[in-house]
C-alpha cells in the first residue's frame, strides 16, 4: 500500500501535470537534457516571463533542477533539466486521483484531435512518413495484455529516437538542414466501457 511519500510524490506529479505548458517544458527539458527559460519559450513558442512562471512552479514541486548559470549579455541564463518524466508509467498513473486521470486524459485527447485536425488540413498527412491507421478487433485478457506491452514498447522507442536525435543535434553531432515537428498518438480502447472481463 501506498506510504506517504508516495502521497507527496503523486500530489507533486497531479500538479505538475495540471497545467498543459508544465508538461510541454518537462518534455522538452527531457529531450533536450537542459535548456534555459528562454529556450524553452522559443522552443515552445511562448512568452519567456510564462515559461519562467511554470519553471519556477516546476522547481519548488522539485520536478526541476538547477545545473548550471551562464552570463548572457549582462544577465545569468538559469539552465535546468528534469527529475521526474513527463511520461508516467502505468503504477505512477495508476495512484493518480481518478478524476484528475479523467481530466488529464480528455485534454490530451482534446490536443491530439485539434492537432492532427490541423495537420490534415495543412498537408501534415501527405509525405510518405505520415501514418494513420485503425484496427477494430476483440481480444481476450491475454490479448489485452499482449497489446498493452507492444504499445509500451512502441512508445517507449519513439521516446528513445525522439531523445537520442536532440542529444546529437546539441553536440553537433548531426547536421540536418532542418527539423521537423513530428507527434505520435498511440491510442488502445475499450468500446464498451460497461463490459469488463
Known amino acids: 500500500m501506498p506510504g506517504p511519500s508516495h502521497r507527496f510524490i503523486d500530489e507533486r506529479l497531479a500538479k505538475a501535470l495540471s497545467h ?13 537534457g537542459e535548456a534555459s527559460p528562454k529556450e524553452l519559450a522559443q522552443a515552445l513558442g511562448e512568452p519567456v516571463g510564462n515559461i519562467s512562471y511554470h519553471v519556477c512552479i516546476l522547481r519548488e514541486l522539485d520536478c ?3 545545473v548550471r548559470t551562464e552570463p548572457r549579455r549582462g ?10 518524466s ?11 486521483p481518478a478524476g484528475f486521470r479523467r481530466e488529464m486524459l480528455s485534454r490530451t485527447l482534446a490536443e491530439i484531435v485539434e492537432q492532427a485536425a490541423t495537420a490534415s488540413r495543412e498537408g501534415g498527412f501527405d ?12 481480444l481476450d485478457p491475454e490479448g489485452l495484455t499482449q497489446i498493452t506491452a507492444l504499445l509500451d514498447e512502441t512508445l517507449e ?17 548531426r547536421h540536418t ?21
Open 20 to 32: 498543459r505548458l508544465r508538461v510541454q517544458i518537462l518534455r522538452r527539458l527531457e529531450e533536450a
Open 64 to 66: 526541476v533542477e538547477l
Open 75 to 84: 544577465a545569468l541564463a538559469h539552465f535546468y533539466r528534469p527529475k521526474v
Open 86 to 96: 513527463p511520461w508516467l508509467d502505468d503504477e505512477q498513473w495508476a495512484r493518480l
Open 127 to 138: 509525405g510518405p512518413e505520415a501514418y494513420a491507421s485503425r484496427v477494430v478487433f476483440t
Open 157 to 173: 522507442a519513439v521516446r528513445s529516437i525522439a531523445a537520442e536525435g536532440a542529444r546529437g543535434r546539441a553536440k553537433g553531432g
Open 177 to 197: 538542414s532542418k527539423t521537423i515537428a513530428t507527434e505520435v498518438a498511440v491510442m488502445h480502447f475499450r468500446h464498451d466501457s460497461n463490459q469488463r472481463t
